[in-house]
């Protein structure tokens, strides 16, 4: 397979009552123009987005939470803007989470055109064909608005069968190089949270530019992606993006850890840390992470395990059995 990469750079409303505040981009509902809390005046801590060239804030925003949903215009399109006010350089998504995309297209109408071209955007094929993921590619493209994909990524690999589809004949890897051959995607990606191995052999078959893992404090106990994974994706010189990074709320609900802490900690191992978000208020909680980032030391990471490594198994559920 080709090693080179290209490097081109029906929906419903977004809220009416959207201000514009900055920069020409609309601010949230209730949202302030004013630095965040605890930090005024300083500048949000961005790092390189793997061999992309693309710079990324430690938290990004994630396709899920209220984005993963049916039917809530009104309540996730604040949630899109909030982010982009406060800095957000990448922002996923997927046919597969419900409405989310039409809810990005949405915001970056409602944003204007600065909005789209100042993040790095990316969505993902859950179909495992050629033919399949480029039809998903187009209703994508449409779906949000643009002329392409910075990212697009073959969704929750699980088992190796799924690499020999992919990797056969008129399998989904045929549609990632025919798309970045015409320009409608700029990176290849990967995701998964079931089976480290499977990611580690994708990496193996071809040069992908990014994967996307689960990195929490509990994830070492067993089948661990950051053991297995990221120093695979380290030694290609891939980026590494985080997700299950508050084990879906799991983790703080039960008390065993802060949501900052488990942020940090995500943080101190990827690029940047996807999080879905359910409320303009959370998009705030996680950026004032963001924006005084400081990276744990071993021995907060390694005390952090520890109180999370007795109830591990209630977290990691969604790793094979």
């Known amino acids: ?33 004013a630095p965040l809390a605890g930090v005024p005046g300083t500048a949000p801590v961005e790092r390189l987005l793997g061999r ?36 957000v350089r990448y922002c996923d998504t997927a046919p597969a989470y419900q409405q989310s ?23 993902k094929t859950h179909q495992r064909s050629r033919d399949g993921s480029l039809r ?6 449409r779906r949000l608005g643009t002329d392409h994909l910075d990212l697009w990524q073959l969704h929750d690999l699980r ?28 990176f290849a990606g990967i995701t998964g949270h079931h089976d480290p191995a499977v990611l580690v052999e994708a990496i193996r078959r071809y040069p992908f530019d990014i994967v996307l893992c689960a990195i929490n404090p509990a994830d070492r106990v067993r089948l661990s992606f950051l053991d297995r994974v990221v120093p695979v994706a380290r030694k290609e010189r891939m980026a590494v993006v985080g997700m299950k990074v508050l084990g879906a709320g799991r983790i703080v609900a039960d008390g ?17 840390a996807i999080i ?11 950026l004032a992470v963001a924006h005084r980032f400081i990276p744990m030391t071993p021995q907060e990471l390694v005390d952090l395990e520890s109180r999370l490594e007795p109830m591990a198994s209630s977290y990691d559920d969604y790793k094979r059995g």
């Open 1 to 33: 397979m080709n090693r080179s990469s290209t490097t081109r750079g029906t929906a419903e409303t977004a809220p009416s009552g959207a201000e514009k505040s900055f920069g020409g981009m609309p601010a949230a509902q209730g949202a302030s123009s």
């Open 52 to 87: 992309t060239g693309h710079r990324v804030l430690p938290v990004s925003l994630g396709g899920e939470g209220v984005l993963r949903t049916t039917g809530k215009m009104r309540q996730a399109v604040p949630v899109i803007l909030e982010a982009l006010r406060l800095g």
């Open 101 to 123: 995309q039409d809810y990005y297209g949405a915001a970056f109408r409602e944003a204007g055109p600065d909005s789209r071209r100042s993040i790095f955007l990316a969505s």
């Open 136 to 141: 998903l590619l187009d209703d994508s493209l």
């Open 159 to 186: 088992q190796p069968e799924e690499l020999d589809e992919i990797f056969g004949r008129g399998g989904a890897i045929e549609a990632i190089e025919q798309a970045r051959a015409d320009g409608r995607v700029r």
């Open 256 to 272: 065993v850890a802060q949501a900052p802490e488990l942020i940090r900690y995500a943080a101190s191992h990827a690029d940047t």
């Open 276 to 286: 879905g978000c359910w409320t303009v208020e959370e998009v705030r909680a996680n």
